[in-house]
């Protein structure tokens, strides 16, 4: 009786401990300050650094799987995408000491600090973790400018918010790996955000918002660029001011002529 007490305010002690991370990490959204944190130019998004708690965030990178672990799905189209990233397919493949940040970044209270900035009612996480979970970029990988696409095939919602954590202590000018946000057309880079540890990225994604690193990586051979993206929908679709392309669509990259990995604009879909 007296392991079963034990136990059990051990579980309750660890619920109020991610609460309370994740009522911090709600708070630093609520509180991006404009033109700091929060830009509207070229398209919505917030940076906040120091996102989780500090033992919070060396727990993340303590428990980040190597890259021989099996857990990964490695793409490589040398034009546009070289990289690996977990294969989830529910909240229980997900590694202990990477859970709970899932979970504080699926909860309720993150999404309605999100949908207050961004004026995006109703968020919805993805409990399939379609694309979404962890992601390595590896010396020489790069991902290539695109929009995502748009349509989430097994609850027919629509994509709106990308959410990304890095990972990556140590980041030096010259390792490359920066985010960049491109103007409406893909042509040309606006910005760079530089992917350091613990940061939080989140950005408004629809068929203007061109995003992504195209220049191989340059990190050092025992480094390898970390991170964690999520992303959110809702079951309204994306405004037309923000939609291109009415129909489901892929990733659709702008080295293929703004058309997804087969040739097309759209795609069957479910």
Same mark, same amino acid.
């Given at each position: 009786?007296? /392991? ?12 109020? *401990? ?12 609520? !509180?991006? /300050? ?12 917030? #940076? ?31 034009? /546009?995408?070289? @990289? ?10 997900? $590694?202990? %000491?990477?859970?709970?940040? /899932? ?18 009612? @109703? ?7 379609? +694309? %979404? &979970? ?12 695109? #929009?995502? %696409? ?18 990556? $202590?140590?980041? *030096?000018?010259?390792? &490359? +790996? ?22 939080? #990225?989140?950005?408004?994604?629809? !068929?203007?918002?061109?995003? +992504? ?12 660029? @970390? ?9 309204? &679709? ?7 392309? !009415?129909? $489901? ?5 702008? *080295?293929?002529?703004?058309? !997804?990995?087969? +040739? ?7």
């Amino acid at each position: 009786i007296i /392991i079963k007490k034990t136990i059990l305010k051990q579980l309750i002690m660890n619920q109020l *401990k991610i609460k309370n991370e994740a009522l911090q990490c709600a708070k630093k959204i609520n !509180d991006a /300050i404009k033109d700091k944190e929060f830009f509207t130019e070229p398209f919505k998004h917030i #940076v906040v650094d120091d996102f989780f708690s500090k033992n919070f965030a060396a727990e993340l990178l303590n428990k980040f799987p190597r890259t021989d672990e099996n857990v990964w799905e490695r793409t490589h189209d040398e034009d /546009i995408e070289i @990289k690996l990233r977990t294969n989830w397919s529910s909240e229980f493949d997900i $590694p202990d %000491g990477i859970v709970d940040a /899932i979970r504080i970044l699926n909860s309720s209270l993150i999404l309605k600090a999100m949908s207050k900035q961004f004026q995006i009612n @109703k968020l919805i996480p993805d409990p399939y973790f379609s +694309g %979404g &979970g962890l992601n390595v970029t590896v010396n020489s990988g790069l991902l290539g400018v695109h #929009v995502d %696409g748009n349509y989430h095939d097994a609850t027919a919602l629509n994509r709106r918010i990308n959410a990304i954590v890095y990972l990556n $202590p140590g980041w *030096k000018d010259g390792w &490359g +790996g920066e985010f960049g946000l491109y103007d409406s057309t893909g042509e040309k880079l606006l910005k760079k955000v530089a992917p350091l540890f613990n940061r939080l #990225v989140i950005f408004d994604t629809n !068929d203007y918002s061109f995003h +992504g690193l195209p220049d191989p990586l340059n990190f050092p051979s025992n480094e390898v660029r @970390k991170s964690i993206i999520l992303y959110y929908y809702t079951k309204e &679709g994306r405004p037309e001011s923000q939609t291109r392309i !009415d129909q $489901p669509h892929s990733a659709l990259w702008k *080295k293929r002529g703004n058309r !997804d990995k087969r +040739g097309n604009e759209s795609r069957d879909f479910q």
